[in-house]
Structure formats: C-alpha cells, structure tokens
C-alpha cells in the first residue's frame, strides 16, 4: 500500500516556474515507477512525465518536453517535477502516482498505476 501527497500548486505568470512534490508513505516506495498527470476542467486526464524505479529512465508528454524534468529521491520516498516556462495551458490539477515495471508505453497510460495523490493545483495566468 502507498499513499501519495503533492504539493507545491499554485498560482504562477506565464513563463514562471514551479516545482511540485510527491511524498510517499510506505517502505517499498522505492520498486515504484512514478508518474505526473494533469486534469484541466472539461478533459481527459493526461500524461505528464514518469520515472522508473531507480530514476535511470524518464519519459514526458510532447506538450512538456523541454520545460518540465522529474526526479526522485528514495531516500526520501519523494519524486519530484520541476516546471519551467509555464503556458495558461499548463493549468490543470497535477496528480502524482506510482505503479509497478513497465515500459515507455506503458507508463503514459493511467491504467498502468496502483495508487493516485489527491492532486494539487497549478494556475498559470497569461
């Protein structure tokens, strides 16, 4: 069992930067893939970016290749995902959540993970 807490929403210009945060309960955290989704009002849950277990491979949507890196710690049971040259766009309800081995294929998949954080907010104002 894992729980999942993001944190680090907010409210951001245009061209700013955030970086949120996923705390995760439970001693396995570690045999996890992570992945970020997004859910802005009105669509489909989207793919963000994922990490495998030892953070030796990472993958991202199209729409945020080049701004946004994740990374994990798993000596704090952690990932984390920086956001750069932040677009109204980008504006959504960012979810954290872990699942076991896969592939680049699978990881953008939300079928593909166990256990979902509640999300946290991010707004980016033009």
């Known amino acids: 069992q894992v729980q999942l807490i993001e944190s680090g929403g907010g409210l951001v210009q245009a061209g700013g930067s955030l970086r949120l945060s996923c705390a995760a309960s439970?001693?396995?955290?570690?045999?996890?893939?992570m992945g970020w989704f997004r859910q802005a009002p009105g669509k489909e849950r989207e793919f963000v970016a994922a990490?495998?277990?030892?953070?030796?491979?990472?993958y991202y949507g199209d729409s945020v290749k080049g701004r946004f890196t994740i990374s994990r710690d798993n000596t704090k049971n952690t990932v984390a995902l920086q956001m750069n040259s932040l677009k109204p766009e980008d504006t959504a309800v960012y979810y954290c959540?872990?699942?076991?081995?896969?592939?680049?294929?699978?990881?953008?998949?939300?079928?593909?993970?166990?256990?979902w954080g509640q999300g946290t907010q991010v707004t980016v104002s033009s």
């Open positions: 959540a872990a699942g076991g081995p896969g592939n680049g294929l699978t990881y953008q998949t939300r079928g593909h993970y166990d256990y």
């Open positions: 990490i495998t277990w030892s953070g030796g491979s990472v």
């Open positions: 439970g001693r396995t955290f570690s045999r996890y893939a």
